[in-house]
Nanobody, 120 residues
Framework: VQLLESGGGSVKPGGSLTLACAASGFSSPNYCIGWYRQAPGKGREWVAYIRPDDFTRYAASVKGRFPSSRDNAKRALYLQMRSLQTEDTATYYC???????????????WGQGTPVTVSS
């Protein structure tokens, strides 16, 4: 399995960015895939994930600001980041695991990450 993120960059507070994750190598459609982030000096936290049934769950800190979607035909995952705040500065990772829910076990596959900087 390979996950490749793109779309990171620098933006001013209140701005927007869209991240994309290209996924390949899955042998089954039964996997959970999502977005995670790690701010400087902090641990990695989950941001949003999509289950195999397309149910999407969001962390409280981004709910309503960061809609996520999956294009199964293109094997792609997206994160539309809006109303960005300085606290959103982090490296954003695409992660996936086999099974139903991304929080029920260890993430098995990670992308290399894409940095997002929100600064005035």
């Amino acid at each position: 399995v390979q996950l490749l993120e793109s779309g990171g960059g620098s933006v001013k507070p209140g701005g927007s960015l869209t991240l994309a994750c290209a996924a390949s190598g899955f042998s089954s459609p039964n996997y959970c895939i999502g977005w995670y982030r790690q701010a400087p000096g902090k641990g990695r936290e989950w941001v949003a994930y999509i289950r195999p049934d397309d149910f999407t769950r969001y962390a409280a800190s981004v709910k309503g600001r960061f809609p996520s979607s999956r294009d199964n035909a293109k094997r792609a995952l997206y994160l539309q980041m809006r109303s960005l705040q300085t606290e959103d500065t982090a490296t954003y990772y695409c992660g996936a695991r086999g099974g139903w829910d991304c929080l029920s076990g260890r993430i098995q596959w990670w992308g290399q990450g894409t940095p997002v900087t929100v600064s005035s």
